[in-house]
């Protein structure tokens, strides 16, 4: 069975720009998360699709962050605009119950 | 405060020693507490999962939860250089509540077993 993926491992980018981070997660996983660790805190949760539907978006920093499910498949994370406190390791996670979420490698983010 | 408190460390253990890792939090609706394995530079790992009270045993892990003192462990008996990482303690939230599947993380423990 294939992992949770993750593109790109790595993104640079320049304030002000538009970032589009993408996940895919395990197939037949129905809840898809978001997470994102900044230097030196804790992983924070961001948001939860069940389908392609937003259960809880409650972590989403502002409205420049933009979460969408197309389709209860893969999901984008989408940054516009970008600012130099947005960088960091940007986590996805799915799982078909909620006691086993299983993670992919993450999207390292770096805003100059 | 911190919604879920872990000592950062670093915490070395000898090889074949048994290492114990703590975790503290501050929500008493949180129902449910898992226990993820981060190598550096990878991805966390899931290794167990509590919800009752008491002890719960995989392998050469045990988990254990208290929640009268809001305080959750992991044990790892004859400890290895290869559980050398850093373990995360996440809470989940009420299950019957909106946010039944956000998980809050402690910052997480380094662990490392020395040969």
């Known amino acids: 069975e294939a992992g949770v993926t993750q593109f790109p491992s790595h993104s640079v980018i320049e304030k002000g720009q538009t970032v589009t981070l993408r996940c895919d997660p395990i197939?037949?996983?129905?809840?898809l998360y978001w997470y994102r660790r900044v230097m030196g805190k804790e992983i924070k949760f961001l948001l939860h699709f069940v389908k392609e539907s937003k259960q809880d978006e409650s972590g989403m920093p502002n409205n420049r962050f933009l979460a969408e499910r197309t389709g209860g498949t893969y999901s984008t994370l989408k940054v516009q605009p970008a600012e130099l406190e947005d960088s960091g390791v940007y986590f996805c996670?799915?799982?078909?119950?909620?006691?086993?979420?299983?993670f992919g490698p993450g999207t390292r983010l770096t805003v100059l | 405060q911190k919604e879920v408190e872990q000592n950062s460390g670093p915490l070395s253990v000898p090889e074949g020693a048994i290492a114990s890792l703590n975790c503290t939090y501050s929500?008493?609706?949180?129902?449910?507490f898992f226990w993820y394995r981060q190598y550096s530079g990878k991805s966390p790992e899931l290794i167990m999962f509590?919800?009752?009270?008491g002890d719960k045993e995989d392998g050469r892990f045990t988990a254990q939860l208290n929640k009268a003192s809001q305080y959750v462990s992991l044990l790892i008996r004859d400890s290895q250089p290869s559980d050398s990482a850093t373990y995360l303690c996440a809470g989940g939230a009420d299950a019957g509540g909106t946010s039944y599947g956000k998980l809050t993380f402690g910052q997480g423990t380094i662990l490392t077993v020395h040969p």
């Open positions: 996670a799915s799982s078909r119950t909620i006691y086993t979420q299983y």
């Open positions: 197939s037949g996983h129905d809840n």
């Open positions: 929500d008493r609706g949180s129902q449910s």
């Open positions: 509590i919800y009752s009270n």
